[in-house]
C-alpha cells in the first residue's frame, strides 16, 4: 500500500496526459515565440511553457512539491563530483549519436539541426544562460522531477529509462535522439543515487555548458579556417566513420572513470543498497497511461518521415 507521501504525488497517466499537453505547446507556442526572436523564444519555451505548469499543476491538485520534485540538499562531494561525471560521460552521447548518424547517411546526406554558435563573449554568455542554465533547469524541473517521480510506481529502472526516452522524444529530432537519452538515463541515474533534483540539474547545466562553450572554439577554428581547402574530398560516410572511430577512443579512456566516480556519488553504503533494492521493483503500465502518449508519437515519427524523405 502507497504511504501518505506517495499519495501527495502525481500518477503516470497525469504526467503522461502533461508530457502530451506541453509536447503541443512546446512545438506551436514554443515553436512561434522563437520563430519570432530565438533567444527570448527559448526562454518563453524553457520557463512559461515547461517548468511553470509544474509547479502551477502541482499547487492545484495539492500534491508534496518538495517530494514530488525532490528539492533535498547536495553534499559538497556531490557538487564537485557530479559535473566532472557528466564530462566523462559526454563523449559515450556523442559516440551513441554519431552512429546513429552514420546509420541515417545511408538514406542521403546528414545535416544536423542545432543553435547558432556564438560568435563572441557577449553571445557565449548568452548561451550559458539560456541553453545551459535554463534548459538545465526547467528540463529537469519536467523530466527527472514531475515525470520520473509519476513513473516511480513502476519501478526505479523503468521510470528511469521510460522518462529518458520521453526526454529524447521531446526533441523532436530524430537526429539528435540517443545522445539525449543516454544522457537522460545518467541524469536520472544521478537523481536516484543522490535523491535530489538539483543532481541532475547540475549535470544538465554542465552537459549543455559544454557543448556551447565546443560549439564557440569550434567555430572560432572554423573562421581561421574557412580559407583552406581539402585536398581530397570525402564522403560523409567516411567523415562519421573516422569521428566513430576517434571518439570510441576516447570513450575507452574516459567511461571507466565515469562509473567509478559515479559510484561515489551515495552517502552511504546504506543508501547504495536502499537503492540496488529499489531497482529491482518493477510493475506495468496500464492501456490508459499507455494510449495518453500516443499522439505525441505519432507526430514525432511524422517529423522524423519527413526528414528522411528530404535526405533522400
Not at 34 to 41: D, E, F, H, I, P
Amino acid at each position: 500500500m502507497e504511504n501518505k507521501i506517495e499519495r501527495k504525488k502525481p500518477d503516470i497517466f497525469e504526467a503522461n496526459l502533461y508530457y502530451t499537453i506541453i509536447g503541443f505547446m512546446f512545438l506551436t507556442l514554443g515553436a512561434y515565440v522563437q520563430k519570432r526572436n530565438l533567444n527570448s523564444g527559448l526562454l518563453i519555451t524553457e520557463l512559461i511553457i515547461i517548468c511553470l505548469p509544474v509547479f502551477i499543476y502541482l499547487k492545484i491538485r495539492g500534491y508534496d512539491i518538495r517530494s514530488t520534485l525532490r528539492l533535498n540538499k547536495l553534499s559538497f562531494k556531490q557538487v564537485l563530483l557530479i559535473p566532472l561525471i557528466t564530462i566523462l560521460f559526454y563523449p559515450l552521447a556523442v559516440f551513441f549519436n554519431s552512429i546513429l548518424l552514420f546509420l541515417l547517411s545511408f538514406f542521403g546526406k546528414v545535416n544536423p539541426m542545432k543553435l547558432p554558435a556564438p560568435q563572441n563573449v557577449k553571445e557565449l554568455l548568452i548561451g550559458f544562460i539560456i541553453v545551459a542554465v535554463s534548459a538545465g533547469i526547467c528540463e529537469e524541473i519536467m523530466f527527472r522531477g514531475f515525470i520520473m517521480s509519476a513513473y516511480k510506481r513502476v519501478g526505479v529502472k523503468k521510470s528511469i529509462i521510460i522518462s529518458a526516452v520521453l526526454f529524447g522524444f521531446f526533441h523532436f529530432n530524430i537526429q539528435n535522439l540517443v545522445g539525449p537519452i543516454f544522457l537522460g538515463i545518467i541524469f536520472g541515474y544521478m537523481v536516484y543515487k543522490t535523491n535530489s533534483i538539483f543532481a541532475s540539474i547540475i549535470a544538465h547545466i554542465t552537459n549543455n555548458a559544454f557543448v556551447v562553450f565546443l560549439s564557440y572554439l569550434i567555430e572560432k577554428f572554423s573562421d581561421q579556417s574557412q580559407n583552406q581547402n581539402l585536398p581530397v574530398a570525402v564522403s560523409d560516410k567516411t567523415i562519421l566513420a573516422f569521428f566513430i572511430l576517434l571518439i570510441g577512443v576516447v570513450v575507452l579512456l574516459t567511461v571507466p572513470l565515469a562509473i567509478k566516480l559515479m559510484k561515489k556519488l551515495s552517502n552511504n553504503e546504506l543508501d547504495q543498497m536502499s537503492l540496488e533494492k529499489d531497482l529491482h521493483y518493477d510493475l506495468k503500465m496500464n492501456f490508459k497511461e499507455k494510449i495518453v502518449l500516443v499522439p505525441m508519437f505519432i507526430i514525432y515519427f511524422y517529423r522524423m518521415s519527413v526528414v528522411i524523405s528530404y535526405m533522400l
